[in-house]
T-cell receptor, first 116, second 117 residues
Framework: DSGVTQTPKHLITATGQRVTLRCSPR?????VYWYQQSLDQGLQFLIQYYNGEERAKGNILERFSAQQFPDLHSELNLSSLELGDSALYFCASSGARELATTYEQYFGPGTRLTVT | TQLLEQSPQFLSIQEGENLTVYCNSS?????LQWYRQEPGEGPVLLVT?????EVKKLKRLTFQFGDARKDSSLHITAAQPGDTGLYLC?????????????????FGKGTKLSVKP
């Protein structure tokens, strides 16, 4: 158990809909990362938050957004869903200490999103 | 953006065999991590290597970081069915500014290992 929790475990929805995925980082970790994993694309970095502020953006679509709340949990919002958005979505957390050189990340169990 | 290439993409072996998987880049990383992922679950951190030439052992798994910190290998001795999974390497990409450091992990696409009993 990594200490990172994600809900829900599974989500089935229709095209055009909007969903919210939730993540709670390990106790004490300030950074949260969101990843999308599909069969053909591997693990794709979407976005990072550090202590409530956006830190880095990866291959995140404009239809997707995220935020990190004062209690450090994070939500990933996916809107106008398309069939191609079906994937596993992972949240990871790290201590993200300043001047760190390793940036080890600890992953949650993921949310499997199926868009029909 | 730095890229990490992993090889082979797929590997199917019999229990008891040895194997090595590789992770290569043309760029230098400040550190490199190996993760193992089972189907439908999140990647689990196995090890972090930091120093060029570093070798770390975790039971039957041996991890090596290249001298130039551009590549890494994972060697498994006497593989077991429980070793089956997707092995991912990830390089830490660090940027420095007056406020400190900001880091991100660049992931390879992984090696899917299947160990048959």
């Amino acid at each position: 158990d990594s200490g990172v929790t994600q809900t829900p475990k599974h989500l089935i929805t229709a095209t055009g809909q909007r969903v919210t995925l939730r993540c709670s980082p390990r106790s004490g970790d300030l950074s949260v990362y969101w990843y999308q994993q599909s069969l053909d694309q591997g693990l794709q970095f979407l976005i990072q938050y550090y202590n409530g502020e956006e830190r880095a953006k990866g291959n995140i679509l404009e239809r997707f957004s995220a935020q990190q709340f004062p209690d450090l949990h994070s939500e990933l919002n996916l809107s106008s869903l398309e069939l191609g958005d079906s994937a596993l979505y992972f949240c990871a957390s790290s201590g993200a200490r300043e001047l760190a050189t390793t940036y080890e990340q600890y992953f949650g169990p993921g949310t499997r999103l199926t868009v029909t | 953006t730095q890229l990490l290439e992993q090889s082979p993409q797929f590997l199917s072996i019999q229990e008891g065999e040895n194997l090595t998987v590789y992770c290569n880049s043309s760029s230098v990383f400040s550190s490199l991590q190996w993760y193992r992922q089972e189907p439908g679950e999140g990647p689990v951190l196995l090890v972090t290597v930091v120093t060029g030439g570093e070798v770390k052992k975790l039971k039957r798994l041996t991890f090596q970081f290249g001298d130039a910190r551009k590549d890494s290998s994972l060697h498994i001795t006497a593989a077991q069915p429980g070793d089956t999974g997707l092995y991912l390497c990830a390089g830490a990409e660090i940027t420095w500014n007056y406020g400190g450091s900001q880091g991100n992990l660049i992931f390879g696409k992984g090696t899917k290992l299947s160990v048959k009993p």
